[in-house]
T-cell receptor, first 111, second 115 residues
Framework: EDQVTQSPEALRLQEGESSSLNCSYT??????LFWYRQDPGKGPEFLFT???AGEEKEKERLKATLTKKESFLHITAPKPEDSATYLC????????????FGSGTQLTVLP | DVKVTQSSRYLVKRTGEKVFLECVQD?????MFWYRQDPGLGLRLIYF???????EKGDIPEGYSVSREKKERFSLILESASTNQTSMYLC??????????????FGQGTRLTVV
């Protein structure tokens, strides 16, 4: 069974304090790994897709990386507006239509 | 930009009522999904559809049904609402297959309260 585990569950940072969120996955074969941002009371918003180990994607203060067992979302010099829940999801071989989601990391950036 | 629109942001219904949640997408995506999201439990898949009139059960289909009469519209039906169905409901759509650009796009969510 495909599994996605995100850590930590919650993270509090001071503005400007860089850190990383982790997404560990167990799948029979990875087709794609997706990162989303979710603000309170809203639907998840797509951030990145990663397809193969070694791949990296960047967007403003966020950089996502991928290995064969996990992905990291690095946040450089975060601002309060980066506060949100960050979700990770995987698409596995044999599950071409479905995504398996982790339970998310709730990030709070304090001014 | 892909747009996924859910018919209501907030909904309050009484126990035993039949409830319809509607979702429309404008990008001709084959696949559509209904999830519920609860604190500590993450997103759980209720049902998904990969074509008109086609549906498959997800992880928690009990107490729900779905309808997909047109490609752009996917409805979630609570046959007889119960208080344990109080939740945030999220609709999503995505292209079929595993090529690039197959990320899922979500609606804004419907916060359903059953009293």
């Amino acid at each position: 069974e495909d599994q996605v585990t995100q850590s930590p569950e919650a993270l509090r940072l001071q503005e400007g304090e860089s850190s990383s969120l982790n997404c560990s996955y167990t799948v029979s074969g990875l087709r794609g790994l997706f990162w989303y941002r979710q603000d309170p009371g809203k639907g998840p918003e797509f951030l990145f897709t990663l397809y193969s180990a070694g791949e990296e994607k960047e967007k403003e203060r966020l950089k996502a990386t991928l290995t064969k067992k996990e992905s990291f979302l690095h946040i450089t010099a975060p601002k309060p507006e980066d506060s949100a829940t960050y979700l990770c999801a995987v698409q596995a071989e044999g599950s071409a239509r479905q995504l398996t989601f982790g339970s998310g990391t709730q990030l709070t950036v304090l001014p | 930009d892909v747009k996924v629109t859910q018919s209501s942001r907030y909904l309050v219904k009484r126990t035993g009522e039949k409830v319809f949640l509607e979702c429309v997408q404008d990008m001709d995506h084959e696949n559509m999904f209904w999830y519920r999201q609860d604190p500590g439990l993450g997103l759980r898949l209720i049902y998904f559809s990969y074509d008109v009139k086609m549906k498959e059960k997800g992880d928690i289909p009990e107490g729900y049904s779905v309808s997909r009469e047109k490609k752009e519209r996917f409805s979630l039906i609570l046959e007889s609402a119960s208080t344990n169905q109080t939740s945030m409901y999220l609709c999503a759509s995505r292209l079929d297959g595993d090529l690039p650009n197959t990320e899922a796009f979500f609606g804004q969510g419907t916060r359903l309260t059953v009293v």
